[in-house]
Every structure is written in C-alpha cells, then in structure tokens.
C-alpha cells in the first residue's frame, strides 16, 4: 500500500485546520530531466527542509524532491508539541548508554527545541511560539514516577523548568477528572506545525535550495556521485538524505525494517471564548498524558481545542475520523459533549522499536534519519541540521544518536503490521486498566 496516496489526494493537503488556515506555498515544478546537486534530500518535511535549508547555508548546491506537498505528512498534521529532551526519559537512557550519552542526548533534545524556537522567530516563518507542556498522569500510581523524575532532571541535569505537579495543582491547570498529577515543563511548548513547516520552506527556498513536488523517488543507486530517480527526472548527488519517516515505502528495506508507519487521528474544534479555554487548559499551555495511545491537546490561536489520540489497527483512515477522536476527548473533557467539531483528519508518523530516532548512513554518502515515535517537531528539525553537520564532515552528534540501539521489528517489514495490531490492542487494553 502506497501512504503517499492510500488516505489523500495527490497534490493536496488534508482537510485539516492547519491547511485551512495556512498561506500555502504557490506549488513547486516537478524535477525533469538530468539533474545535478552537491546533495540530494528526499522528503519535505522538518528533517527534510531543515536539512536543505542548513545545507545551503554552508554552502551546498542543494535539491530537494518531495512526493506531494512540502509539508504534506506528519510534519503538516502533528499536535504541533516541541517537547524537551527524547522521546524516551533519561534514566532509560542512562540505562541503555550510560551517564555521558544521555547526557549527549539531553543537550541535543534542549537544542532542537531552542531551534524552533530560533526558525520560528524568522520573519519568513512568523509562527508564534507557546510555552509549556503538561505531562498529565491518568492513573494515581504513575503520580511518584512522574515527581520523582522532576526531581532527577532538577538535580542531575540542571533544569529547572520543569516541575511537579500534585492532583489539586493538575486540576487547576487541566479542568478535567482524569488526571492525579504529573509535571509541567516550561522548557517545551507548542505551534502550528504546518505554518512552521511551509515557513522553513521559504527560508530554504530564500537560501537557494531547488524544491521539487510531485516528484516521488522510484529508485536510490549507491555510488560517487549517487543517482536518485523519480519517474520523470534523474538527480546525480554528492550526497543523499533520506527524510521519509513514515512514507518511506520500499524505497531503503534496511530501515524500513527498523521503522514502522503508524497513524494518529486530531480533531479541532469549534472555536471558544477565552473563559472556557482557560477553564479547560490554563495559560495556553499543551498537554500529552501518560497513556501508551496518547492524548495530546492544546488550543490553537483562535482558541479551538486541538485533541489529537485514538488507535489505529490498519493503513487505511476511519470513515468517521470525528467519531473517532471524540471518543477519547469526552473522556477527558466530558463538559464538551455539545461542543461542534469543525476539523478531523489523519496522518503518518512513523515509530521504531525502543521509540528512539533512527539515525543510519546507508553508505559514505547517503543518510538516513527517521523514526520520530511521536516526538518529531523538535528533533526531526535537529535532525535537519545534524545531517548538515555528517555531510560537511561533522558527524560527531550523527554518530552519537546511531550509536542508540536501533532493534528491527521482528519479522522486519512483512510482519511489523500485524504485530502491531497486536501491540495496539494489548496497549490501549492495558490504558482501561
């Protein structure tokens, strides 16, 4: 099955809030012909873009080829939450590498967020940022892990934008019964992804990178220089990076794998006045909860609830995406019974095995980078830059994040689907319990 068209249109966006408020980009040209790049980046999407656009600011002649849309895919479709740090917790971490790598990898989670926070600044992305993040708890004996943790990141990392939050501050703070307790950090916030998205667009396309769309890469050869083939065009490149994430496909089967596509569902709201979204979340802050089948709200500018959660056991989108997501949001917010949904859609994100990013050079001159596991604004635009980084010769953060265990699916690609159905069901089983 093809994700690129499985749930949408060719050269559409989906019916998202975020496309309906966006200023698109005025559409691309497809790549024709015999093409020649410094480097080749496949994908537009964060780590794509931000690769082309810190690529060509060193210097590089850079094209960029995109399937759909620039922003089409997750980084279009998100929660729009930059969370600090990794998407698995330092004391897991330090377990799994030791106390000077995690380290490292906190230091690269505070410098991802730092980056948005830069890049969207920018007067050609001009996307407000929100600070703080809620972790929210719904069971009370995940409240001490989540206190304790707090704590850690206070004493041995020196962070001291992150707190702890007992039951009677959480409800102050999220007007909901579902939760007893958890943290806030004010290090993460949030934004809309796609309008930040089509801003690092502009940004690459204002350093001198070539974006092409509708321009899905068909065939990736190895060799100096690598050729890259589309069904209409032919791009020899010193260099190639892969920033496919979910809609790899069977372009590269070694990291397909390792990283498995998944989607998640968001609805949004009718808009409220600012008295009922403070009663729901205070000081425009974002929230995920510590479910393994995560809620994740925030509210956008015009003070609709974003509520994105729900599982999914196959490729294919839902029928009812609203149904489907209300569900889960009247769980959390039963008040909002009455309350018109506006927007639903779906999206692709991708995941590995221990939910770490997985960073690989498939040869000399061709990287790979993916597997974001829901943890993606941030890091995926890191990840863009780091990839600069590897291909000007600089490649100590690049070979820290592949040094992080990166375990295949079992059964690699042919079976990670129904083992995830599997996963799934075991899962948000586990959640109700």
């Not at 690529?55 to 997750?74: N, S």
């Not at 995690?102 to 050609?124: H, S």
């Not at 939910?355 to 943890?375: K, Q, T």
């Not at 070979?399 to 059964?411: E, H, I, K, Y």
Request: charged residues 25%; hydrophobic residues 40%; neutral net charge.
């Amino acid at each position: 099955m093809d994700l690129l068209t499985a749930n949408d249109r060719s050269g559409e966006y989906p019916p998202s809030y975020y496309a309906a408020v966006a200023e698109p980009l005025p559409p691309c040209a497809s790549a024709r012909g015999a093409l020649t790049a410094d480097v080749c980046v496949v994908g537009g999407g964060f780590t794509g873009l931000s690769a082309a656009l810190h690529l060509a600011r060193r210097g590089y002649d850079v094209v960029l080829l995109e399937a759909q849309r620039v922003g089409f895919g997750a980084s279009g479709r998100n929660g729009g939450q930059a969370g600090t740090g990794q998407r698995v917790g330092q004391d897991a971490l330090e377990r799994m590498l030791g106390r000077e790598d995690a380290r490292a990898l906190w230091d690269m989670g505070r410098d991802a967020v730092a980056l948005v926070r830069e890049l969207a600044r920018d007067p050609l992305v001009d996307c407000p940022f929100h600070d703080g993040i809620i972790h929210a708890d719904h069971r009370r004996r995940y409240v001490r892990h989540s206190l304790d943790y707090a704590k850690k990141l206070q004493d041995d990392y020196g962070y001291g934008l992150i707190r702890g939050l007992e039951q009677e501050e959480m409800r102050h703070l999220v007007g909901s019964p579902a939760y007893y307790g958890g943290a806030i950090d004010m290090g993460g916030g949030h934004l809309d992804p796609l309008r930040f998205a089509l801003g690092l667009a502009r940004l690459a396309q204002a350093a001198g990178v070539r974006i092409f769309e509708d321009s899905k890469v068909t065939q990736l050869a190895e060799g100096s220089p690598a050729v890259v083939t589309t069904d209409r065009a032919q791009i020899r490149a010193g260099h190639v990076v892969l920033a496919c994430n979910g809609y790899l496909g069977g372009l590269e089967p070694r990291v397909a794998a390792r990283v498995m596509p998944i989607n998640n569902f968001i609805l949004a709201t009718e808009p409220m006045d600012a008295d009922r979204q403070e009663s729901l979340i205070r000081n425009h802050h974002a929230v995920a909860d510590s479910k393994f089948v995560v809620n994740y709200f925030r509210f956008s500018e015009d003070r609709r609830l974003l509520f994105g959660g729900s599982e999914s056991y196959g490729y294919r989108f839902p029928r009812d995406i609203a149904a489907k997501v209300r569900k889960p949001m009247l769980e959390i917010f039963p008040q909002l019974r009455e309350t018109r949904i506006d927007y639903a859609w779906g999206g692709t994100l991708a995941i590995t095995m221990n939910r770490m990013p997985h960073f690989a050079r498939l040869a000399g001159n061709i990287l790979s980078l993916s597997g974001y596991s829901g943890h993606g604004l941030a890091m995926a635009t890191l990840a863009g830059r780091i990839a600069s980084e590897a291909v000007a010769g600089q490649a100590e953060r690049f070979d820290l994040m592949a040094r992080v265990p990166s375990p295949r699916f079992p059964g690699g690609a042919a079976l990670r689907a129904p083992l995830l159905v599997l996963a799934m069901v075991w899962f948000s089983l586990r959640d109700r319990l």
